[in-house]
């Protein structure tokens, strides 16, 4: 509900261009920063991304988007079936980790996630 309000004050405040003077507007935004990471993980971080590492969960994220694009372009069919059952094994995959041995928390993760990804 606060959400639903919260949302259609933005979209009016848009509309009246209340967000148009707003400094950076028209830029891209800068989403090389580590503001979201702990100081102490910081420069280790940084080094695994120079090195175009990324974690296990990252790349799972990707191969399960990979899958679900696949899927929808397939006809029913073998090849489609076995798309479905290894996107059911890397969903679950990742799910077991998420719960069991990530120790981050969850905004952390995702927030990871999307930056990485």
Do not use: C, H, W
Not at 45 to 52: F, H, P, S, T, V
Request: glycine share 8%; proline share 4%.
């Amino acid at each position: 509900m606060i959400d639903a309000i919260a949302e259609q004050r933005i979209r009016e405040a848009a509309l009246r261009g209340d967000f148009d003077d707003l400094p950076g507007a028209g830029q891209p935004l800068d989403l090389g920063d580590d503001l979201l990471v702990p100081e102490e993980l910081r420069m280790a971080y940084r080094i695994l991304k120079n090195a175009g590492f990324v974690p296990p969960e990252v790349q799972t994220l990707k191969e399960i988007g990979a899958l679900e694009r696949l899927i929808q372009s397939l006809d029913d069919g073998e090849e489609r079936s076995v798309a479905m059952r290894k996107l059911r094994l890397l969903t679950m995959q990742l799910g077991n980790s998420r719960s069991g041995n990530l120790r981050l928390e969850a905004d952390y993760y995702d927030a990871m996630v999307q930056r990485l990804s």
